[in-house]
């Protein structure tokens, strides 16, 4: 025991742990072990960060800040994360991406009117000093006052959250270091910061909210989603500015306003759009037909630019059908009313390519210039009446025709994603989703065409939901139903009981382009489902695997070839599969690219999707003009919303360039204008696509808003390339638009349905009378100083005013549908 004693009295006293001292830190420099200021709500690290509003203390730190911080800046809860709104934006105002700084945050609040949307600043609880607060309060003050600007209020009301931007990336953050990790040095933690927190890679995860557009108010409201034009029209802050210098240095635009109306709202407007007209019957559709020297040259004209896309009917039966019609004529009561409704349909698709002269010649009446429009209505009225409950082949057929004839005549262009959504569960209602082969009722024949509808119906819904910025109706799990056969019509007939062999897919059949774009269909769809998405939450190397997708199946585009070079027709048919194939796969490569290549000028990881982006955009136009230069048919069909997109592009780069000179060395913006030539080449690109696209909007009953905007857009371009060309540029626009007015007005010069005004001032020669005396003198100042001008004078104040006379609606902007 004394043993004992004598060996505890030898060991050193045992000293009492010393408790460790927490650190005065925020959670991300505390998790770094880096030296924090503790400034609040922000200190300076975080706040050079791409993550600022990571920086958060923990509970009860309000009690140890230094003497410095007023605690007034404080909220009551002394352990708030909540970022205050001008902590909110740390990226630039016209950023294209954004990242909630909650990850369960959908959809900002206000998004219904501009009122709402332009929130209330005297509730938001106080700030404490910040030293970037104010221009962070500035910045978006300039960004909301674009928006009310330029889309006018109260006509649009813009979602909110894809502008007020709270960083690039949402990135997990870094794990905290292990407790005996050694940095030598402060500078090395720094540095490492550097490395690893600023730097970007493909494999971090990306969340992002994309551009909407929701236009009205309340509960009575239209959206728009991440289209590409709802993307790039923050990128031309300008644009209201500069129209509205046009304005008021051209007084001739006020002295034709009333006339410039009814062109804007489509001289089709009173008649027959809203003129009523009696039930359709079968002995008054037939009235409706051509004669059969037309019918017989429209049928033509679908059957090659229309049919040999979009894959519905069995030529042959057809033709046969239209023979046994005709035929019947002496005695109607025998004659199907569901195939004259077809027939009148399918006439109306072909109208707007044929020659009017030439039908003009095969007819024994007069045909008017809304004679197709006359077709489409009785058309949609019967089938409305019809209500088939069960639809049929024949049925199916109906509805798909009218979409594409609506879309020929731009009109119905806000409910075609209604339209196809409810084809697509109409089908899907008859089983047209799940593959026919699994059923043994269903003949050789029938089976084939069922594949046909099919894929047709997925096309259009696919078309519409990228025009109008929506996702798709369906998704690739939803159906199994294989691609068409790759064969000729007469190999196939309705008595066939063995499926005739399928032939190689570079063999040109009459389904080669049906069998070809069916393969890069699922593809499409899901870049169609991610980009347009409430949120965007991938990988940027999973963009780049789209990327890569979508252009090898671009490099394996049939090389089709026509052997007998006199046949006009099948070389047509040829040179439009194929620039169709491509023009969709290069959309989607645009789609897929536009929220990341607005933001390449500042990070330089997403370089590769502003060059992406130009590519494709420079194919689709390229395209366009080489067919523009063949024939106009072809031309005509290539036009589509993929030409705006393509054209608004090019034309965001060109600006973006000279408004942002100090981008990346490497980006495309910088090397378009460091070659000489570039931007007049990709300019020569854009001016032929407008003239292509003005030949399109004289044939629609709408157009004139969207071509007015698009003729300022480029104008605005050219004045920013090249600054002293800038009234010239601005004369070209009033140019443009005297212009297609007065075409379009000598067009219907004897009409009808011009009613009284007739051609209004426009019975002169309004764009002779601008070029002999160009109004480039301003007229008023541009600030009015609440001076209304005189009465009649036609100017309104700059705050009532749309640009271009109120031409330009948000509305059709965001929806116009071109293709065939």
Known sequence: MADVQEFNSMRPAERPKKRRRRTMACQPCRSRKLRCDREYPTCSRCLKSRAPTNCTYEDGFLWQQPATVSGASFTSDHGSTMPQPEQAMQT????????????????????????????????????????????????????????????????????QEPYVNTGLLQRPRRPAPEPDMHYSSQVDQEGIEEDDQDILSPSHQLDLSPRIMMRGRETKTRYSGSGIFANLVAQFPDIRSFAEEIRLTNPILSRVRPDLERVKKGLW????????????????????LPSRGVVDELIGLYLTY????????????????????????????????????????????????????????????????????????????????????????????????????????????????????????????????????????????????????????????????????????????????????????????????????????????????????????????????????????????????????LSRHISRIPAWSVSDANDLVAQHKVALWKAMIETKLAQSLISIHTPFAIEARRESLFVPSARSRLDAAVSILTTQKRLYETSQPLSLCMLGEWTIQAYITICQIL????????????????????????????????????????????????????????????????????????????????????????????????????????????????????????????????????????????????GDFDPFLDVFDWEDLTGIALGN
């Open 655 to 798: 600006h973006s360039g000279n408004q942002h000179p100090t981008c990346y060395p490497a980006s495309t913006t910088s090397t378009i204008h460091a070659l000489p030539g570039l931007p007049d080449s990709l300019l020569a690109l854009v001016e032929t696509a407008l003239i292509a696209l003005e030949h399109r909007f004289l044939l629609v009953v709408k157009g004139a808003k969207d071509y007015f905007f698009l003729s300022t857009i480029v104008a605005l371009v050219k004045a920013k390339v090249w600054p002293s060309q800038s009234n010239i540029c601005k004369q070209q626009v009033v140019e443009r638009v005297l212009s297609f007015a007065q075409t379009l007005f000598s067009r219907h010069a004897t009409c009808e349905h011009l009613g009284a005004p007739g051609m209004g001032s426009f019975k002169d020669n309004q764009v002779a009378a601008f070029v002999a005396t160009p109004g480039m003198e301003p007229v008023l100042p541009s600030d009015l100083d609440g001076i209304l001008p005189p009465p009649g004078f036609g100017v309104t104040p700059p």
């Open 306 to 549: 229309i049919e040999s896309q979009h894959r519905i009917l069995h030529v042959p039966s057809f033709l046969r059908e239209v023979d046994q019609f005709f035929a019947m004529l002496d005695n109607p009561i025998n004659v199907s009313t569901i195939f004259v409704v077809q027939l009148l349909l399918v006439l109306a698709c072909a109208w707007n390519l044929a020659d009017v002269g030439s039908l003009q010649e095969k007819s024994a009446t007069l045909l008017k210039c809304y004679t197709a429009v006359e077709w489409v209505l009785h058309a949609e009225k019967w089938i409305d009446s019809a209500h088939i409950k069960r639809p049929d082949i024949v049925a199916l057929r109906l509805y798909i025709l009218l979409i594409m004839a609506q879309n020929c005549f731009g009109t119905k262009r806000s409910k075609a994603w209604l339209a196809t959504g409810t084809l697509i569960r109409q089908a899907m209602l008859a089983g047209y989703h799940r593959d026919p082969n699994k059923y043994a009722r269903i003949s050789v024949f029938n089976k084939e065409m069922r594949r046909r509808i099919w894929m047709t119906i997925l096309e259009l819904d696919m078309q519409v939901a990228i025009d109008r910025g929506m996702p798709p109706n369906i998704q690739n799990s939803d159906y199994d139903t294989l691609p068409p056969l790759n064969i000729n019509d007469d190999e196939i007939h309705e008595s066939s009981t063995e499926p005739p062999k399928d032939r190689p897919i570079s063999e040109v059949t009459d389904s080669s382009f049906a069998t070809a774009i069916a393969r890069s269909l699922p593809l499409r769809l899901n870049a169609c489902h991610l980009m347009h998405s409430p949120r965007i939450s991938c990988r940027y190397e999973e963009i780049q695997r789209l990327d890569w997708e």
């Open 92 to 159: 630039p105002t016209d950023s294209g991406l954004t990242v909630s700084t909650r990850p369960d945050a959908l959809v900002s609040n206000s998004v219904l009117g501009l009122g709402s949307t332009l929130a209330d600043t005297s509730s938001r609880p106080p700030d404490g000093p910040h030293p970037h607060s104010h221009a962070h309060h500035k910045g978006r003050h300039r960004e909301r006052g674009f928006l009310e600007t330029v889309l006018g209020a109260p006509k649009a009301a813009v979602n």
């Open 269 to 288: 407007k009173r008649k027959p759009l809203n003129e009523p007209f009696p039930e359709p019957t079968t002995a008054s559709l037939i009235a409706l």
